[in-house]
């Protein structure tokens, strides 16, 4: 399992998706696809969908749409720091701080 901190970022914040940065994207489905996300540790899991078309370098961005907004806008603020423990390349979880 791998962990980054992720600032999150306006857009983020706003639309409900995250950039994976190159130093983690080996840790995201190589494909696109679905992926399920977990938001909080203890939390539900919704689906996401992972896109390698949006980023210019082909690196994953995460596309978790209304729930993963509404869980980034009910528990952080943009530029907060966002925990994603990429437990497989089909299972992200997601933790404040």
């Known amino acids: ?22 130093s983690h994207d080996k840790y995201v489905r190589p494909t696109e696809g ?3 996300v977990r938001l ?12 390698r078309h949006a980023n210019r370098n082909g690196t994953a961005r ?5 729930p993963l907004r509404g869980w ?14 990429f437990v497989s390349i089909e299972l992200i979880v997601l933790a404040v701080g």
């Open 1 to 22: 399992m791998a962990v980054l901190k992720l600032t999150l970022q306006r857009t983020y914040h706003k639309m409900g998706f995250f950039n994976v940065p190159v």
């Open 34 to 36: 679905q992926v399920r």
């Open 40 to 51: 909080g540790r203890e939390g539900e899991e919704t689906e996401g969908r992972v896109d």
């Open 62 to 66: 995460v596309m978790g749409g209304v």
């Open 72 to 85: 980034f806008q009910a528990t952080c603020k943009p530029m907060d720091a966002v925990t994603v423990e």
